[in-house]
């Protein structure tokens, strides 16, 4: 059975509808044409000029990323920045640009409950609440744990969890961590949401000094794993789900994840 | 001698400084690649796609317009909409897209000074002074008669020098025009400068219902030639003036003016 | 039986509550006194200098416009500006005015009712559905024709039942329409929902040029009657039914429609 | 000679520029005609219905005020409202309204310099220099004092000079002031500005607890000899300034200062 | 049985909600530790130096004040400012402040409902329902009087009342009041909610000269008792309140009502 | 000669004037009293408990910080929060705080000098201009090496001159850098500012992923040497420099950086 991009599109928005994203964020079909055919699809975090390349090497035709190529609506499209770069070779190259992003974090079983399954968690509460929600969706999980780590031990767990070699924390080694919340990406606006909730630990990408330093100082610890770190895992998860989707419905379109897009921070 | 984008852009940037547009404006390379050569030009009031399909029939890779085509910024560039389909057609046939907007307005001996001559008039003081410009600039002409015209006869020049079949006006045809004001466009935000300069008369386009009410029974004659009417005619002339600069440097790429751009509204 | 202004003000707020106005209107007795007994109203579109005038010489101490005399609020009322001019003339002349525009545009039965009817259609659905209301309300209605009109049917329908000599409109004259929105006065705000609906046409007033090139780019005709003639002939249908109101209340106070508030656009 | 309603605006106007009046301040010619022949002024601080009967009683067909009337834009001119009452009964006793406001209080030798010399001080600085002023202007006052007053005294020298019964102050009777600030009306804007520049005392009206109450700790005494207390006397003396200089242009049009316009407040 | 911090911040909001604050309002614990024990409390309208100096005195470490000493956000704390001088000699000496604001204004049987029993009045209705509201509250309250007074009556009661030597009024003394409104503190905001109840006076504090004249000219009686005058009786209600409500406890922890918090105001 | 807090204050802004701050920043005297006599200095980046305890434990009755303790003005003053904590600890302890905080990053010989000379440069120019200031200052310094580095050297090169373990960067090893900017706490506001330079490199703090992830994209290498690790051997630098100065004006009061303040964040 054939697969249109509105097809993808009405699966995708099925399983996180477009209501449930953030009001800051965009998402959806951002380039190509709904009715255009779908010959294979490649999955990645970021559309980075490395994902389009892949994807044109590989014959796939759609690019579903997490993160939103056009979060920043461009007042031009030339070569003379990397967006417009972005974009004239992904319509160039007849290729369809899918977004699902803050919907996807917060739908149950998206992103967020991905992240603590990978972290070996399967009970969690959502941190902050989408009242809007037609379903029981939010931003960020709280786990509580049945047995307590140790900081050292949960750090370890997250770079075994999310295979990363290095990550950046705060916090005494031996803390004792009762429960913790789970931000994927930048979750810093919902630091002081985790704090009311009395957590132990905050797990999330992209933290700065002045939070790590404060939330030191309150004895909260922080495991900042990085944005890709911490979202990386899911996009593949997701990415499964949706090849399960799809083959349920008799569509064999293939699903790449793809193998450039890599995180672009390295320790030194 | 090969004309690249970048030179094109240069020359009209020579003539009409970015600098000069107004503040809300969005002008200079819309899409495209500053590197690549320029076979032909089209140019057009507006990036519509009549315009963009006699582009690719006449092989000009190269379209220049007054109104930015990214004058809103997209936020989906897909078939779903109108600029979606524009942009796509025109990165898939390698097309640039250039615009002067205000800035090419408000320079001296820009559009508005065109627009001034076209009536067959050739001297003008600037309506609203740029006073950030470098240059002498500004936003609408004041043209003050040697010889008084009636109303009637003013709106007949306008149908005449500008082309149009039928156009709307308010005021008294035996009204006595000493001066008048012509802002080509929408001009309604600069008529209570032009009421405070005193003229007779205010020749733009766009103009709303309140507005003409409230200007016909203060004794203020408005002719409405169309938008596309007191902008049309001298994006012919401005086409003409970059060709001859072309020439001057010994460049040849030929300038075609868009046969398919046309008013779309019809009188009846 | 006599009626005092505030007992007109009742009778027209029963029919068009207050509460059904836009957020940025202002409706209600513009100038007057509650307690002033009402000798003779006129009708009117606008509160022109012309209308005042025809109020004067009619010993009609009461007008009632569509469009707020006090729309923009004056910070000066002296002879110096027309809105000045108009209110120093009306209590000059112990003339009430009172004003009833976008509640009365929206409700049910009311001016864009009025308009559908006129256009000789009895069934229309809410544009823009007014969720604050408590009466069925809203701005703008669409029409679906049981048989297809084109375009050219629609112009002169619309051309002969607002009684107009001209009209602008932009799209094929064949074009097959089988819904139309029509939005009395300005209707460009609501020109994306009609979008949505699907509708074949737009009718309304006050249009401007990006507007009907991109709407005729995609494909919706728009067919523009002009602030005045889409609205001019439901203010004497809500006169009569006023009339018709007063009667069956036993109140024989005359109902003069103004003669001279007159469309100051003339087409050349 | 006889006098216009445009020549008392010049004459005003050239002693107390518009271009000196606070952004949020309306001043000029609020209700009227140009063009009207002045036959006797009034003078008062605020266009109270008493002072337009007054007026009215006495054949002046011109009001001039402090306070603008049009301070307040309105959105409704009818019987309804206070305001609405007061432009009605000026408009049909063909009464011209002017207000020299925020102008009249900063220029050299208005209001705040009139304060200080019926205060019995002629010499003073300006407390917020106007820095647009094309003039020496500002708002507010300080004095330093050659030989120290007590605050008892200084109190004393209030009632005395702005003849009022009483008025309230705060801090300790034998403090000893060798600077004050004079803020005529509501100064608490400015009270901060009086802080920096080390005055002993405040003396404005219509002043708040809660900045009373911190003054007070700060040490810094505040008499609050009332809005109107404050006003009123320079209102008279800028009526004789008129007088005169109308009488220097040979114009004896007479200006009563109005007897009914009295402080609403009364102790008890 | 011992006090701590918390137990008497948890006493006085189970009474009057934090919820209940206006948004722009401040309360709850200000200064201090929660944990710490209350050896004595102090109450006073306002935290001024001078009711920290008695505190300390009288070894007062809780000071429960109606204005919050945080009500503008310190971007300093040091002896340069009155505020950063009053922090710094409250936690260099151990005290903990408290204050509940518009939240115990608003609930029912708080400060407004206390000024009303002051008055000699026991039954009243909200004047600005508080429709967020968990429980019946709102702020200032209307009093029907079953026999009508004249304002002078009514200025006497409230001299006598609030034990206060001089007030300021406006309004004819013989004036008829059948109801009034009484809005302890700053009230002006809710003048507009007060006359279109029909009030025939409205008693208040911090009123200034343009309420106060355009009230006096809607015969609309105000008597300004000043917001120390209006709001003192009621913190010595609320002082005694609280105390009985500790006791019922069995928590004998002394309550001085302030000896030293003052009016700033004098009148002379 | 004993030393003022007031001395100390006038000392630093002789140094970096507090007019040099950005918009944004709250710097000066933050907590304490200028007229108290200053003991011993502790200097930290942080104003941290840890920070605070230890000046308390070496009798220095100084802090000064880099970072503003009062960045974010407090509501409340409590045990609640850690900046209540701080204040109270502070304020129990008769300590005396002062922040210097981008006045000094921008002024010439400030923090973003400092920062340069520590990685072995003594030529660089200012990034961002500030137009307002007086001195040549601004936000941000670039380097344009006289011979190229790789991007590993320049890793190196960071590391060890700022005594650090870890670090993160993106871009090849390999890359030439010629030129480099260095912004040291957060400087992404300033990163399309450095790109328009034509920056190779940019050395800065507080690093998200979607800027990394574009400037990776268009091959400017970023070093984010972390926030405190940028900042903190400036702020060693800076006491040595203000001891000096001390030392010149003969005041041998101790200045002790502090030992407690380090890096929250920790590599795993």
Known sequence: MSLKVKDLCNIIEDFAPISLKEDFDNVGLMVGDREASVDAIMTALDCTMDVIDEAIEKNCNMIITHHPILFKKPSKITMDTLLGKKIIKIISNNINVYSAHTNLDSVKD?????????LGFDKSSILAKNNKAVKE???????????NMTLKELCDRV??????????????????????????????????????????????????????????????AVIDAGHFGTEWPSVVVMS??????????????????????IDPYKFK
């Open 110 to 118: 998206g992103i967020n409950d991905a992240v603590v399954n990978i």
């Open 240 to 261: 499964k789900k949706l090849e399960g989707a799809l083959h349920k419905m008799g569509i064999n379109t293939p699903i790449l994840v793809s193998q450039n897009n």
């Open 137 to 147: 969706a939010g931003i960020g999980r709280v786990v509580e744990l049945e047995q």
């Open 159 to 220: 770079k075994e969890s999310f295979k990363i070699q290095s990550l950046r924390y705060c916090g005494d080694e031996d803390k004792k961590i009762h429960s913790f919340a789970v931000i994927n990406g930048s979750g810093q606006d919902f630091f002081e949401e985790a704090r009311k909730r009395g957590v132990d630990c905050i797990i999330t990408g992209d933290t700065s000094y002045h939070y790590v330093s404060d939330y030191n100082e309150m004895n909260i």
